[in-house]
């Protein structure tokens, strides 16, 4: 027999089947619940001719092809993802809203008989849950910042860091970018970042995964990493927090940009092209330089003068500024397996932050 539609505000306090986006797909891109399926009653284009009838034709007529769109779409997904589901499938399903496109597949699921639940104002809840609890968790937690200079392996280390029991926030891997001008992941060509609202719910899910009895490791960061934000409070506390500053020599810090941004060697015009958008801190005669010494493939003397001219001044007055509770100066040799797990073995375990 049909079973009763269920409804929730609060998603995050059940567990599903399987969580059902029925938005559009370029919707679903842009952010949504994690672990959710994209099953579209409606596509892009579709969505947008309904849309288009709706606004300069007749309500009425958008509605009717509207639901011959959506009662097509439902069938070919009856067809091709539920027939396989057993009588104790339990989904969840939301839309933008809440409205007519979630309903629509949820009365169709409950009357074969499935107990479906409806998130209650759909994706827009969910939205206003991420907000508020990028507001308040980041302050519920303890952070310790990795500073140093451009070059001196903070990621590296903090990457390694998880293997020798510290708890890690690893920012620039949820932003997927390195956060500076030149910081653009690449994988065989530039790898897009998330959008800001799915970035944020991709930190979210990482907050909630953190031991709040245990000191959080991260990054020293600025607002804004790429394309994307940092939660106000998340920034704020980050500022807040001691600081362990690594030093490493410049040679060494020369080879480690190499080996980091191999794309950039390779792609030498990618790298004027982004050069250029320093012309207002370092002038064209500095860019000129550099140019110069990217086509003589003086890669060395690059690293070093771009090095000098702008990333450690800039970094020196943003840590002045905002990173300056500095409690522990590590410098090392190299950044080795070795050089690195010899200095966070000698950590004590109060250090560590195990409270």
Known sequence: MPALLRYTKEPHKET?????????????????????????????????????????????????????????????????????????YQPLIYCWRGGQRSASLAMVLSQIGWRVTLLEGG?????????????????????????????????????????????????????????????????????????????????????????????????SESNKIGQVYLPQSLSEIMKQSSCVEIKLPLNVRVKFLLDEYPHLVDNPEILKVKL??????????????????????DWESFVKDILASHYDPTYSKSMQLNFNKIEQVVSLKDLSDNSINNWLDSLVPSFVGVK
């Not at 926030?169 to 390195?178: G, I, S």
């Not at 001008?181 to 799915?198: A, D, I, N, T, V």
Request: with cysteine; net charge positive.
């Open 276 to 297: 250029e958008q320093l012309k207002s801190n370092c002038g064209w005669k500095k860019i000129s330089q550099w140019y110069g010494m990217i086509n003589n493939q």
């Open 16 to 88: 599903y089947s399987e969580i059902i986006d029925v938005r559009s797909s370029s919707e679903f891109a842009e952010d949504r619940i994690p672990g959710a399926i994209n099953l579209p009653v409606l596509n892009d284009a579709e969505r947008a001719e309904v849309g288009t009838i709706y606004k300069q034709f007749s309500p009425f007529q958008a509605r009717k092809i509207g639901a011959s769109i959506v009662s097509k779409n439902i069938s070919i997904h009856l067809n091709e993802h539920f027939l396989n589901k057993d009588k104790n």
């Open 123 to 219: 994706y827009k809840t969910y939205r206003n849950y991420v907000r508020q609890q990028l507001d308040n968790l980041p302050r519920q937690l303890t952070y310790k910042v990795l500073c140093g200079l451009t070059g001196s392996g903070k990621t590296h280390i903090l990457r390694k860091m998880p293997q020798r029991g510290f708890q890690v926030l690893d920012l620039e891997a949820l932003a997927n970018h390195r956060g500076s001008l030149l910081g653009e992941e690449w994988q065989g060509k530039p790898s897009p970042q998330p959008s800001q609202k799915y970035f944020e719910t991709l930190l979210l899910q990482a907050l909630k995964n953190l031991n709040p009895h245990q000191t959080v490791w991260l990054e």
